[in-house]
Nanobody, 121 residues
Framework: QVHLVESGGGLVQAGGSLRLSCTASGRTFSNYAMAWFRQAPGKEREFVAAVSWSGGYTTYADSVKGRFTISRDSAKNTVSLQMNSLEPEDTAIYYC??????????????WGQGTQVTVSS
């Protein structure tokens, strides 16, 4: 089990940028895959981006490709999501997730508490 804490959410205008961070504790950070999900009001939680245990493999939802970048820093036990060219449709609660059983992201085993991102038009 790991403890995940997100930060960096907030209110931004369309076209702007935000950087989310997730700090992990409780288990060796470099041993498992990490990801970001989001949930907009009235919608189901959806996948946003994932990074492998080594940081060498990343994958993105089509809706964020070319705008969002996921990365991890094993020295700081953090995974980040750089979000550029934000759109009102990106408004959601963003959740950090871990898959403790795989080096490439599978079904999440642990979740953070979420951070709100609001993009105004």
């Amino acid at each position: 089990q790991v403890h995940l804490v997100e930060s960096g959410g907030g209110l931004v205008q369309a076209g702007g940028s935000l950087r989310l961070s997730c700090t992990a504790s409780g288990r060796t950070f470099s041993n498992y895959a990490m990801a970001w999900f989001r949930q907009a009001p009235g919608k189901e939680r959806e996948f946003v981006a994932a990074v492998s245990w080594s940081g060498g493999y990343t994958t993105y939802a089509d809706s964020v490709k070319g705008r969002f970048t996921i990365s991890r820093d094993s020295a700081k036990n953090t995974v980040s999501l750089q979000m550029n060219s934000l759109e009102p449709e990106d408004t959601a609660i963003y959740y950090c997730a871990a898959d403790l059983f795989h080096s490439i992201m599978g079904p999440p085993t642990d979740w953070g508490q979420g951070t709100q991102v609001t993009v105004s038009s």
